[in-house]
């Protein structure tokens, strides 16, 4: 048996009245300021936050900060990588060649002494050579390898017709690098002989003071004297295959992309929330025939209207496509959103504190100000994000096919379409659209991914 | 992420590679069945001499009457044979002619009695006969049928005026053929070499109707091969034709073209496979060819290149202020050096490209075309002249049609940069397909087309009509009677000097008129196997030419 506790009168006083029993320890938060505190906590999601901060100033300021025209061609420097800024000799203009004659006096297969007429620059390296008796012509080749050991002469650049004219004059996309000559002499026959005669060429890339006046290298009263070298304009990304910026192209095309990327999602949101709302808090046989109107939208193929709205529009041939292509977006995207929200809508009207709110003599419309759009915000904003690399994606594609920007007019889409057909000899027009596209889409998808988290109430006070 | 998740994720990578592996290793085995037995993967093959070659496209007509463009040209310039035909060395050889005789008036060819068409019946004067009268026929709608208007009446007949049997040609045997002329046609052996003139059997073609030349067992050959499959848009097969006169001379058993593309990437690739027995380079693969080592050719193919203006009345390129202006800041050495930059191309300041003959050696050599002197300034002054007589304060953005090809892009884009830098006109960019583009341009829906023509025959007229206002392919209606007078002079004249001047004249007016903007001829480069040797790269004909093509063991 247990005993009986002691007690004492004490025990039966009464209670003293505690005034701090459900003292909050910490200060309170609400739902918008955990999601805050969750999503910083979230470094991935934070690291997207920052890359697309990053992508909008590139986009927005670029311009201000890179003044280089995207259109403008540097036919100098075509297909160029990412380098340093390149320098040029300032020379003599440019004078029409008249070549050498010269009667040939020995004989043999082979031509002999090749060499430079003139010192050889970008704009023209001009050769001579003694001729040969007998031949009927002679053939250059250039390549940028030594032919020895096994005859591997490059490239055919042309012929020089006749045993006495021993000269070619190369203009040829010459760029400051070494190449190796090659001079094969053409039989009685006309065909080419297996000996030739090479000879190597360092080319120092030059222009003329008109040439760099007209090609706005500087200015028109700017000094500037034959034998000394110009800075030429600086393209610390390369240059694509007509000389132009790649920098300033791919500021451009942010601006497109993300043009696209952000306006189309948030006019399409909007039209879903609408949408949708009135069909989830209508209901009845109105939610019936939205929803399979919607259902019918979503049937319909993308690509096929984005070419009707074209035709639709007027849009000619040369014309950019990026309006038919925001409305073919906005008109088409928007069910998912609608069907989303709807769902929503539907279930918080089952909510007890929404028939709180009617008992209470709520109106429609505070109960959809207050109590609906509010709890529905977290699933629209994670939708938007997601949406927007899909529209970016989207408008990647549609150029890259032709469909999008007009030339000149860079997007990140087309500009991978022009550097695909490069990708091996100059991969760098290919990689920087490639990647600018990837890091877009990937950063929006991760930023989405750490706002669902976030805004989950499921999650909320968890880390 | 926990263990359990990381030995998932392997799992559903390596099931996702096997069944990746699979698919292709299925998909491939399906190509080979149901790829008709197609023997590509061999460049060539020294024991059964055979290649294999790559065509730039379907060919759209092999009905030889009917045909008009280059790849057709080349297939038939295989299976078939004309009266005469050009040598390795692109002299006028004998074909199924074995002598012929040109007069001022006519001509006459006698035909040798061994040429057999492939199912061994002779090939007879009236084959000839029969294929002339259809050409000219205005019911057959040859858009060739102008290369006969040399024969007496074809003009007549092609405009409905005359009957078809009242073509100047008649076959006083089976074995002897006469032509009267329309007028003298000092180059008439050159011309019975081109497709239009090839013979047909009127009992076969009429055996098969409307299909004549639909298929490959839709043809009767001639020539030095035979179409032994036609399989459209995928494969063709060309084998030695066992009834040709000159057997003995063919080395090459058979012809295999597995792969229609004009893809350089894909050709080079192919060509790195050994599945090509020759590939053509794009600026793109020079670096490679370079450092693999190949040893590259080149080949000019006699093309012009330019851009048409549109004469049409509602078109702003009618104003010759506007054209002057876009022609003194179009320089072809740069486009030929910088942009376009593949060798075998030339800068081209004439409606005449360099290789023409001229009286006694090259045609521009002898004439050379009057300089234009390239200056913004000036450009500028035309163009605001052509502002105020066009009443505008900007021109309207021009529209300007090209093809859809990675070069036709480059060049269009540069030419839109060049003519908003210098002048600030905006350019329009249309890019086509081939025969979208051809269609635009004969439809007059442009107001500037990069355009090319290839020549017919080795005479500078071959070009010089081509502006001719009473010319079919006139398509941006140039009209103006000074050129026509020109023109008519070269036709008619038989006197040489008499017609070099007015080539010389037409270069001028085309010049001084700014009627186009001539920018390149165009040239070829390629990579060829070294076993194969004896094959004709040439401006006018056959081309490729592998009749004479024979294979060697590696040197």
Not at chain 1, 58 to 70: L, M, N, R, Y
Not at chain 2, 172 to 183: A, K, W
Not at chain 2, 302 to 317: A, C, K, L
């Amino acid at each position: 048996m247990s005993t009986p506790a002691h007690l004492t009168p004490a025990d039966f006083a009464p209670a003293v009245m505690e005034r701090h029993v459900h003292a909050i320890s910490r200060p309170s938060l609400s739902y918008w300021q955990d999601a805050v505190r969750r999503l910083r906590a979230n470094w991935r999601a934070m690291t997207s936050l920052g890359v697309v901060i990053g992508l909008c100033i590139f986009a927005v300021a670029g311009p201000w900060i890179w003044q280089v025209d995207p259109a403008a061609q540097d036919v100098d420097q075509i297909s160029q990588g990412p380098s340093l800024p390149a320098t040029a000799l300032i020379v003599e203009p440019g004078t029409a060649w008249a070549g050498v004659t010269k009667e040939p006096t020995a004989s043999g297969d082979v031509v002999a002494n090749l060499r430079l007429a003139e010192p050889a620059t970008t704009q023209t390296v001009r050769l001579t050579w003694e001729p040969v008796v007998g031949a009927t012509g002679y053939v250059v080749y250039r390549s940028i390898y030594d032919p020895a050991p096994d005859r591997a002469l490059g490239l055919p650049l042309g012929d020089s017709l006749g045993a006495n004219r021993v000269s070619y004059e190369d203009r040829l996309d010459l760029k400051p690098q070494r190449y190796w000559y090659s001079v094969v002499v053409l039989d009685a026959n006309g065909a080419e002989q297996q000996a030739y005669e090479t000879f190597s060429v360092d080319v120092v890339r030059a222009a003329s003071i008109e040439e760099a006046q007209a090609r706005g290298w500087t200015t028109q009263d700017a000094a500037l004297t034959v034998g000394t070298q110009l800075t030429l304009p600086f393209h610390p990304l390369g240059t694509d295959y007509l000389g132009r910026d790649m920098l300033a192209r791919l500021i451009y095309g942010a601006r497109v992309s993300l043009f696209i990327g952000v306006v189309a999602p948030i006019l399409f949101v909007l039209i879903g929330i609408v949408y949708g709302s009135i069909a989830g808090f209508v209901g009845g046989r109105l939610d019936q025939v939205l929803m399979r109107f919607a259902e019918f939208v979503i049937a319909l193929p993308f690509l096929l209207f984005m070419i009707l709205f074209k035709i639709a529009f007027g849009i000619g041939p040369g014309e950019s496509g990026v309006i038919p292509m925001l409305v073919a977006l906005v008109i088409l995207d928007w069910p998912p959103t609608a069907r989303l929200v709807r769902g929503q809508i539907l279930q918080i009207r089952q909510e007890g504190y929404v028939s709180a709110s009617q008992l209470l003599g709520a109106k429609t419309g505070y109960l959809v100000f207050r109590h609906m759009i509010p709890n529905t915000l977290g699933v629209i904003l994670v939708t938007l994000t997601f949406a927007v690399p899909s529209a970016i994606f989207t408008e990647a594609f549609l150029s890259f096919i032709g469909m999008g920007v007009a030339p000149p007019t860079p997007s990140w889409g087309s500009m991978a379409n022009d550097g695909i057909r490069t990708m091996l000899s100059h991969p760098h027009e290919l990689i920087f659209p490639a990647v600018l596209i990837s890091i877009a889409v990937l950063a929006f998808n991760l930023l989405g991914d750490g706002l669902r988290d976030a805004l989950d109430v499921r999650m909320r006070g968890r880390e | 992420m926990s263990r359990a998740a990381v030995r998932q994720l392997v799992w559903l990578g390596l099931a996702g590679t096997g069944i990746f592996i699979a698919l292709m290793v299925a998909l491939s085995w399906a190509a080979t069945i149901t790829g008709g037995g197609t023997t590509a993967g061999r460049a060539f093959d020294l024991d059964t001499k055979s290649i294999t070659i790559f065509l730039d496209d379907e060919p759209p007509q092999l009905d030889s009457r009917r045909t008009s463009d280059t790849i057709s040209g080349m297939v038939l310039g295989h299976i078939m044979e004309g009266l005469l035909r050009y040598d390795a060395r692109n002299q006028v050889v004998p074909g199924v002619a074995e002598r012929w005789e040109i007069r001022p008036t006519g001509a006459t060819f006698w035909l040798r009695n061994t040429a057999r068409w492939s199912d061994g019946k002779p090939v007879t004067a009236h084959d000839f006969v029969f294929a002339w009268r259809t050409v000219v026929d205005p019911a057959t709608a040859s858009d060739y049928a102008f290369i006969l208007y040399y024969v007496k009446n074809g003009e007549a007949i092609n405009s409905s005026k005359m009957p078809p049997d009242q073509l100047g040609v008649r076959a006083i045997s089976d074995s002897v053929l006469e032509v009267d002329f329309e007028r003298p046609a000092a180059f008439f052996d050159k011309l019975v070499t081109f497709p239009t003139y090839f013979p047909i059997r009127q009992d076969f073609q009429a055996s098969r109707g409307v299909r004549y030349a639909a298929d490959a067992q839709d043809l009767l050959f001639n020539g030095p091969f035979v179409m032994t499959r036609w399989a459209h848009g995928a494969n063709i097969r060309l084998e030695k034709n066992q009834e040709y006169w000159n057997r003995d001379a063919i080395r090459l058993n058979a012809i295999d073209i597995p792969y229609i593309t004009s893809d350089t990437p894909t050709l080079v690739n192919l060509f790195k496979d050994g599945s090509l027995v020759w590939a053509r380079l794009g600026p793109e693969q020079f670096e490679e060819a370079m450092k693999l080592r190949w040893n590259v050719a080149r080949y000019g193919d006699g093309s012009i290149w330019y851009v048409d203006f549109n004469f049409r009345p509602e078109r702003p390129t009618r104003n010759l202020n506007l054209r002057r202006a876009l022609q003194l800041v179009t320089d072809p050495n740069e486009i030929v050096n910088r942009v376009i930059a593949i060798p075998g191309y030339k800068p081209l300041n004439s409606l005449f490209p360099a290789w023409l003959p001229g009286l006694n050696g090259l045609f521009r050599q002898e004439y050379p075309p009057p300089a234009i002197t390239l200056s913004i300034d000036e450009a500028r002054k035309h163009l605001e002249m052509a502002k105020k007589e066009l009443g505008v304060d900007q021109i309207p953005p021009l529209v300007l049609l090209s093809d859809d090809t990675i070069l036709a892009n480059k060049e269009a884009e540069y030419f839109q940069s060049l003519y908003k830098r210098t002048l600030n006109l905006d350019i329009r960019i249309d890019k086509q397909i081939f025969k979208q583009r051809i269609a635009k341009h004969n439809a007059g829906d442009f107001d500037m087309v990069l355009a090319g023509w290839g020549p017919d025959y080795a005479d500078p007229l071959t070009f010089g009509d081509l502006y001719a206002s009473f010319n079919g392919n006139n398509r941006s209606l140039y009209n103006n009677p000074a050129y026509d007078a020109q023109v008519r002079i070269a036709q008619n004249s038989t006197d040489q000097s008499a017609r070099m001047d007015a080539f010389a004249e037409m270069q001028r007016i085309m010049i001084e008129d700014a009627v186009h903007l001539p920018t390149h001829e165009r040239g070829r480069v390629f990579v060829q196997a070294p076993q194969l040797k004896g094959v004709v790269h040439r401006a006018i004909g056959t081309e490729p030419d592998f009749t004479d093509a024979y294979l060697v063991e590696a040197p």
